[in-house]
Nanobody, 115 residues
């Protein structure tokens, strides 16, 4: 089993920054396959950024240039540094880990961008 715990969400003004953290525990083989998704009210859950094979990174178009995903393998922790935040970034952000054909999800952390 894998457990994912997110932290770092909150209220921020447009143009501001936040850093989300996702600590993974349990039977983690690698932080490859870990990433961040988000779901805004009334919308489908969508990928924001994630590690893919061989350490490459996929960013959504909305995240490119503003968000950076990183990781600390020793801590099995993945981060999402978000900058130049916009009101449309408001959503619940979820940590995800795909391993052995199973999707694991954290409980989510709310990010609200508002003046």
């Amino acid at each position: 089993q894998v457990q994912l715990v997110e932290s770092g969400g909150g209220l921020v003004q447009p143009g501001g920054s936040l850093r989300l953290s996702c600590a993974a525990s349990g039977s983690i083989f690698s932080t490859n396959g870990m990433g961040w998704y988000r779901q805004a009210p009334g919308k489908r859950r969508e990928v924001v950024a994630r590690f893919i094979s061989n350490g490459n990174i996929h960013y959504s178009n909305s995240a490119k240039g503003r968000f950076t995903i990183s990781r600390d393998n020793a801590k099995n922790t993945v981060y999402l540094q978000m900058s130049s935040l916009k009101t449309e970034d408001t959503a619940v952000y979820y940590c995800n880990h795909f391993q052995n054909k199973i999707d694991y999800w954290g409980q989510g952390t709310q990010v609200t961008v508002s003046s």
